[in-house]
């Protein structure tokens, strides 16, 4: 552990309260977080882990429109489902506060004001889009169109979800607004912009120089950025939702959700102590305690962010403290990189995604196997991919196989040959496979922990799972069964081999905790260990002659193919659903004119009869009632319709089509069909009764 720092204070990015959190959010920011902040605590250290939702910013007002209900209703909906998700996960945040909160609107603002009375923005009016037809301006994300770099269609003003670009709505192909479809224009509004190209030599220092040991893709992203030349950012947005300006004459503008989201991180700091402190001071601490952590230079900021925040936490948000100039500065920023979903990118607008919630329902006391798999295949360094086989084969293969089966195998045999008791440690009969053993296991914790505080997590997880196979390789190597063929003969070396094995899976209850936390609770309560701290791992004293340990049965449970099969299902059928939701229709024929259609002769019919056509799967011979003439129509509707469903229906029926011949049979007409986005076809019929006969025009 660092010498440096008295606590830490680490961070987890605020999740947008428009949604629940998905897999790619877990393993790029969540797991990583928590198991960070567990091993710190395990450590012994003053540490707060702090989040909370998002409750600002358009991707909010967005789902608001598309549920059709306030904005407010839209944020208390998902923060609740988001903050109930990682308690039942097991992310152990210290608090999960809201930007809505009025501590929060308090300290941005004060913020704001300190650069506004310092002279730091530059107030500006420039063109900005606005939309014609709702009579708005439109912030990055209210505008989209065809990605420049990617082609795709339906890209943000701000970023591309395909190919994850950064973008600008002027370089948007054709943008058009979400609000209306309409394509915006230009107009002038005034706005406030942070002079962010006057900190770029300083940043430049900061990052480049004083911070080389941040991870290589933050630091190159950081370095790109830098190197391209900073401008000024706007940091001001025309909404009616977000942090409103604390100057006067500026109604009808709030602050830009990346001004004040980070800020976010100050206000849950505050809102902690005062919760813990509701009347300004406690026995050992008071609401003002907060300033320890924020304004402190021996506290240790660390945030933990997916790569797409990196230039918000690295370049924007240090930038603004600095120039406030009296908070602390982050010493890391830990960005992961992207998890796809079985070969595609997660998508929330798309739903392509395993959402937590959904996850703990499936799956309710497996919370340990998705945090072993999103660890175990964390995209750390490059982008990584989840796949529901790969889930199922790591769970079958390493927990259950490995991991379950050393534990479960020590303590069974303790209660088949010790009744359940841990046996002594006889010297007389210690062999160099368990001094080795003894060896191998001290240097555990020390190699787990120096992973750990370089944000290696899925390198320090295989560090665990090392020690299990360890402990696995040095019960096959002394088959106690074996030995117990004489036991009397044999009972003190099996005694020492078992007395052995359990030490390590002590060592493994407290080693595993900040990765499987439910798991290493069952493991501590089945041993019945006392707390230990991560000084005094590496023991083989953990557990004491004639303690009692108990029977728990299976860590780890296979996963079944039918299981996963559902999941697959599952996914398949959000991807049906999505592409429906974004089909478009085809575009209009080539023109007509009105004498044109006025040559079709539209009637509606009664459908008398109806019967499968020989040889044919798509038709049904019909027999019509025009309230003319009775006729013979073959409809290509047998895929869609039974025969017995439709007798009786009223249709629409272009009764002035030539006659066709069709394998054998003539067909006078035409049914009228509209086919559905799902390719499914659709009766066109009159709301009400008519005679048949009756035109349509």
Known sequence: MSKNFQRYLVTAALPYANGGIHIGHLAGV??????????????????????????????????????????????????????????????????YSRTSKAIHYQTAQEIFKTLYDKGVFIEE????????????????????????????????????????????????????????????????????????????????????????????????????????????????????????LPIPNTEGKVMYVWFDAPIGYISATKDYFEQKYPFGEGKNGNAEDWKLYWKNPATKLVHFIGKDNIVFHCIIFPAILKAEGSYILPENVPANEFLNLEDEKISTS?????????????????????????????????????????????????????????VNRVITLTHKYFQGVVPALNENFVQKSDIDLLENLKTFPAKIAESIENYRFREALGYVMELSTLGNKYLQENEPWKLAKEFEKNQARIGNVLHLALQIVGNLAFLAEPFLPFTAQKLQKALHLGRFYWKELGSQDLLVVGQTIENLGLLFEKIEDEIIQKQLQKLAESKKVNELQNKKPQPFASEISYDDFAKLDIRVATILKAEKMPKSEKLLKLLVDTGIDQRVILSGIAKHYSPEEIVGRQVCVLCNLAPRKMMGEISNGMILMAEDADGSLKFIEPSAKVWNGGKIS
């Open 30 to 95: 969540y797991v990583p977080a928590d198991i960070y902040c567990r091993y710190l605590r395990l450590n012994q250290q003053d540490i707060l882990f702090i989040c909370g939702s998002d409750e600002h910013g358009v991707p909010v007002t967005i789902r608001a429109a598309k549920e059709g209900v306030s904005v407010q209703e839209v944020v208390d909906k998902y923060d609740k489902l988001i903050r109930e998700s990682f308690e039942q996960f097991g992310i152990s945040f210290d608090i």
């Open 125 to 244: 009016t420039t063109e900005q889009y606005f939309d014609p037809v709702a009579n708005r301006f439109l912030a990055d994300r209210y505008i989209v169109g065809t990605c420049p770099v990617c082609g795709y269609a339906d890209a943000y003003g701000d970023q591309c979800e395909k190919c994850g670009s950064s973008l600008t709505p002027d370089k948007l192909i054709q943008p058009r607004s979400k609000l209306s479809d309409a394509t915006p224009i230009k107009k002038p509004t005034k706005h406030w912009f942070f002079p962010l190209n006057q900190f770029e030599s300083w940043l430049k220092q900061w990052i480049l120089e004083e911070h080389k040991e941040w991870k290589t893709n933050v630091y190159g992203q950081c370095k790109s950025w830098l190197d391209a030349g900073l401008q000024p950012r706007p940091m001001t947005r025309d909404l009616d939702w977000g942090v409103p």
């Open 350 to 406: 798309r739903n392509w995604a395993v959402w937590l919630d959904e996850y703990l329902k499936d799956f309710p006391d497996k919370q340990d196997v998705l945090r072993y798999v999103l660890t175990a295949n964390a995209p750390e360094t490059k982008d990584n991919n989840f796949t529901w086989k790969d889930f199922q084969e790591r769970n079958n293969n390493e927990l259950v196989a490995n991991l379950g089966n050393f």
